[in-house]
């Protein structure tokens, strides 16, 4: 489930981490309560600080969040941060393992649009995909993901707009993306973000069908 909407671990301003906090705890509590696999959230923004500065006030945060639900014996329940799509966003790929590196309870949710934007397109072929996936399986020892794909417009600042799948103006391709979790042999949850959710989905099933059945 996607934690509620805003969430700033690592902001300049105290009560917006308090209130950042009792929704993280709100939303892990309840995923316990209803058998949550996966709880995604967006860790941040940078703000005023460096990424340092925002990776140390994020994990504290964390901490907070960890120590309060040890407290109400909160157990079963899994966060997942995600890699994010602005520059000025907390949630690099590298920031996302770092996270996940040094808590449990988390494992990283891998939006593979978010990533191509924040490149500013170098997402562009199957080794592009397998890099992303052997990072996560050297540096976290993982070979199950949670993951996002869809079309994505981007600006020099990142994300900027999602696009439909089959609008070829965008991407990242989404050929060699199938091709790659195929071929990995990872367990990978793949959530279609486009703005047409439903009918995009299928379009990615039936890509997957097709060159899994070749």
Same mark, same amino acid.
């Given at each position: 489930?996607?934690?509620?909407?805003?969430?700033?671990?690592?902001?300049n301003?105290?009560?917006?981490?308090?209130?950042?906090?009792?929704?993280?705890?709100?939303?892990?509590?309840?995923?316990?309560?209803?058998?949550?696999?996966?709880?995604?959230?967006?860790?941040?923004?940078?703000?005023i600080?460096?990424?340092?500065?925002?990776?140390?006030?994020?994990?504290?945060?964390?901490?907070?969040?960890?120590?309060?639900?040890?407290?109400?014996?909160?157990?079963?329940? /899994?966060?997942?941060?995600? &890699?994010?799509?602005?520059? #000025?966003? @907390?949630g690099?790929? %590298?920031? +996302?393992?770092?996270?996940?590196?040094?808590?449990?309870?988390?494992?990283?949710?891998?939006?593979?649009?978010?990533?191509?934007?924040?490149?500013?397109?170098?997402?562009?072929?199957?080794?592009?995909?397998?890099?992303?996936?052997?990072?996560?399986e050297?540096?976290?020892?993982?070979?199950?993901?949670?993951?996002?794909?869809t079309?994505i417009?981007?600006?020099?600042?990142?994300?900027?707009?999602?696009?439909?799948?089959?609008?070829?103006n965008?991407?990242?391709?989404?050929?060699?993306?199938i091709?790659?979790?195929?071929? /990995?042999?990872?367990?990978? &949850?793949?959530?279609?973000? #486009?703005? @047409?959710?439903?009918? %995009?989905? +299928?379009?990615?099933?039936?890509?997957?069908?097709?060159?899994?059945?070749?």
């Open positions: 489930m996607h934690a509620p909407y805003y969430i700033n671990l690592s902001s301003k105290d009560d917006v981490i308090e209130r950042s906090i009792q929704r993280l705890v709100q939303a892990a509590k309840a995923s316990e309560w209803m058998g949550v696999y996966r709880t995604v959230f967006h860790p941040g923004f940078y703000t600080y460096s990424s340092n500065e925002a990776m140390d006030r994020c994990k504290n945060s964390i901490k907070q969040i960890m120590d309060k639900l040890e407290v109400l014996g909160v157990e079963n329940y /899994c966060f997942a941060p995600e &890699t994010t799509g602005k520059i #000025s966003q @907390l690099n790929l %590298d920031e +996302i393992i770092e996270i996940c590196r040094s808590f449990d309870h988390f494992q990283p949710t891998v939006d593979f649009t978010h990533i191509h934007a924040r490149s500013r397109g170098k997402i562009n072929k199957q080794e592009d995909y397998h890099k992303i996936l052997q990072k996560l050297n540096e976290l020892n993982i070979k199950s993901l949670h993951s996002h794909f079309h417009e981007y600006t020099d600042n990142g994300e900027k707009k999602h696009h439909k799948l089959l609008d070829d965008y991407g990242p391709p989404i050929q060699p993306f091709k790659e979790i195929i071929e /990995c042999g990872w367990d990978i &949850t793949v959530i279609c973000e #486009s703005p @047409l959710i439903d009918q %995009d989905a +299928i379009v990615m099933k039936k890509m997957y069908n097709q060159y899994i059945n070749k």
